[in-house]
């Protein structure tokens, strides 16, 4: 212990532990968190199997056949099947001569057809947009957790 009179000098106040308040916590922590992301963002440039394109939320001519007809059993709309290369090559000008087509004459529509018609309905749906933002944000909150049913 130093005696009453004496001040500190320079290099004993350096040598003083830094507080750790909450705040500085936060800083230093969101200092680390931002050199990670930067560090992060410059060496990783894939994420495996995962890494594909984004589709567009409303591009509907992306989306293959199978996901345009579980969109339309998902709603109930009673719509054709898509052809299949087979049957296009049929509906051609050639193809409307052969016997196969006098065979198959069933009611299909092209994949262009659907996805524009699929593209209609769900721009006609009506959206709550108060319920959804609540529903985001109460899943965000409670992702992790499990329900308990408590008495």
Same mark, same amino acid.
């Given at each position: 212990?130093?005696?009453?009179?004496?001040?500190?000098? %320079?290099?004993?106040?350096?040598?003083?532990? =830094?507080?750790?308040?909450?705040?500085?916590?936060?800083?230093?922590n969101?200092?680390?968190?931002? %050199?990670?992301?930067?560090?992060?963002?410059?060496?990783?440039?894939?994420?495996?199997?995962?890494?594909?394109? $984004? =589709? $567009?939320?409303?591009? #509907?001519?992306? #989306?293959?056949?199978a996901?345009?007809?579980?969109?339309?059993?998902?709603?109930?709309?009673?719509?054709?099947?898509?052809?299949?290369?087979?049957?296009?090559?049929?509906?051609s000008?050639?193809?409307?001569?052969?016997?196969?087509?006098?065979?198959?004459?069933?009611?299909?529509?092209?994949?262009?057809?659907? %996805?524009?018609?699929?593209? $209609?309905? #769900?721009?006609?749906?009506?959206?709550?947009?108060?319920?959804?933002?609540?529903?985001?944000?109460?899943?965000?909150?409670?992702?992790?957790?499990?329900?308990?049913?408590?008495?």
């Amino acid at each position: 212990m130093a005696p009453r009179g004496h001040k500190e000098s %320079a290099s004993e106040s350096e040598a003083k532990p =830094v507080s750790n308040s909450r705040s500085s916590n936060k800083a230093r922590n969101a200092v680390a968190q931002a %050199a990670q992301q930067e560090f992060l963002s410059r060496h990783i440039n894939s994420n495996g199997p995962h890494d594909k394109p $984004k =589709v $567009k939320p409303l591009d #509907f001519m992306a #989306f293959n056949e199978a996901t345009l007809d579980k969109y339309s059993k998902q709603y109930n709309l009673d719509m054709p099947d898509t052809q299949t290369l087979n049957e296009n090559i049929l509906s051609s000008e050639i193809g409307k001569k052969t016997s196969s087509y006098k065979k198959s004459q069933i009611n299909k529509i092209s994949k262009i057809e659907k %996805a524009n018609s699929l593209k $209609k309905h #769900f721009m006609a749906l009506p959206s709550r947009e108060n319920e959804i933002i609540t529903n985001f944000l109460y899943k965000v909150r409670n992702q992790d957790k499990d329900f308990k049913l408590s008495f």
